[in-house]
């Protein structure tokens, strides 16, 4: 059975994304639709989400591992406080330190400092400092309770995170995912989903759908304590009636004699192995369990992350068709304005060559003309010369006395 249906995820408005222009393209399998400039998300692919994410919290909690709640965002601090104090879970909703999952053994050296200033003031030495160092302990102790009061029970580093708006808590997103820590979060329509395990998507703004998964959460953890607790009762139970067997069993009491005392030692002996054989039975069954269950979350894991493969490379083959088609588009248009100036720019040289030509043939043929001119003149005056000779020569020999 779903653990939500579609009408409460509809009346929390989990469904309302970011702004169009905001969107991370990289959450377009989970959107469904685009409305007045909003995304709407696809509330189908929300239920199921919600349910592998509830499940996989279920599992942590039944083997006895610590979920860390993450939420410094004004309208989802109580919200997400008060549930992890129901279940009794570790959460951060004032400032995320940082470095708290990455250097987290200095993170346990505050924590334990409140803890020797706790002891001082139950023991009477807090009384014994001046007034002004008791001012200063009182702030210190006052400051780390703040920021590190709700992370006093974690003794080593979370299961799990529980995160909303992976936006805001990057910091605490990139230490997860740096020492390979599963994350659940609610991711809207304009965070990149792919270094979450567990994408919830929904709107992460609004209190009450915030209100609505966060309790979702909470139940499936609830529930894997309860189902621990059980398992719990009905070893205590078996071992018990165990005990009351051997208990209730008659003892002969013969004479002490040395052969005797030995025996009984021996089965006392044979007694106490079985018992320490059935104990490390019992804990190597709780270790399998424990194995298994890793083993069914790292299949769901496996199983996520490849649907998420595959809906990134469905995304990402449309993209790049896309891309290529608007990239021969642009080579076309660019290619026939280059032809174009091509053209352009051969017929501007061919005329200025034609220009040039005509240009250097008026001037060859005007020179030509001259040198014929001036040679034809020259000829001329040559021919006109000699026969002005002639005609002279011819009267003087007419005017010559016979």
């Avoid at 023991?123 to 008791?134: I, M, N, Q, S, V």
């Avoid at 609830?222 to 607790?229: A, F, P, W």
């Avoid at 040289?349 to 030509?368: A, G, I, N």
Wanted: proline fraction near 3%; glycine fraction near 2%; hydrophobic fraction near 35%.
């Amino acid at each position: 059975m779903p653990r939500t249906n579609f009408q409460e995820l509809l009346d929390a408005g989990v469904h309302f994304g970011h702004l169009k222009r905001k969107w991370n393209p990289k959450m377009a399998p989970y959107i469904f639709m685009e409305k007045n400039g909003i995304h709407i998300i696809d509330l189908h692919k929300s239920i199921v989400k919600i349910d592998e994410a509830a499940n996989a919290a279920k599992q942590l909690a039944k083997a006895g591992r610590k979920i860390l709640f993450v939420a410094t965002k004004k309208q989802a601090k109580d919200i997400v406080a008060e549930a992890a104090l129901s279940v009794n879970m570790p959460y951060v909703t004032e400032r995320w330190p940082g470095g708290m999952l990455t250097n987290f053994p200095t993170i346990r050296k505050a924590v334990k400092k409140m803890n020797t200033i706790d002891k001082m003031m139950s023991d009477g030495t807090f009384e014994t400092l001046a007034k002004r160092e008791r001012l200063q302990v009182t702030r210190q102790r006052a400051k780390l309770e703040k920021n590190l009061g709700s992370i006093a029970d974690l003794n080593r580093l979370p299961s799990a995170l529980f995160v909303i708006d992976i936006q805001k808590e990057v910091n605490a997103v990139r230490e997860a995912t740096r020492l390979n820590i599963p994350v659940i979060a609610m991711v809207d329509t304009c965070c990149d989903p792919t270094p979450i395990d567990y994408v919830i998507p929904s709107n992460d703004d609004a209190a009450k759908s915030i209100a609505l998964i966060v309790s979702i959460i909470r139940d499936a953890v609830h529930e894997g304590l309860e189902e621990r607790k059980l398992e719990k009762d009905k070893e205590v139970r078996f071992e018990t009636k165990e005990d009351k067997e051997a208990a209730t069993t008659p003892v002969r009491r013969t004479r002490a004699r040395r052969q005797r005392v030995d025996e009984g030692k021996e089965v006392k002996k044979e007694e106490v192995k079985e018992v320490k054989s059935e104990k490390v039975k019992s804990e190597e069954k709780e270790v399998k369990e424990v194995k298994s269950e890793e083993k069914e979350v790292k299949e769901v894991k496996s199983e996520k992350v490849k649907s998420e493969e595959k809906e990134v490379k469905e995304v990402k083959s449309e993209k790049v068709k896309s891309e290529e088609k608007e990239v021969k588009e642009v080579k076309s248009e660019k290619v026939k304005s280059e032809e174009k100036e091509v053209k352009e720019v051969k017929s501007e040289e061919v005329k200025s060559e034609e220009k040039e030509v005509k240009e250097v043939k008026s001037e060859e043929v005007k020179s030509e003309e001259k040198e014929v001119k001036s040679e034809e003149v020259k000829s001329e005056e040559k021919e006109v010369k000699s026969e002005e000779k002639e005609v002279k020569s011819e009267e003087k020999e007419e005017n010559k006395p016979e």
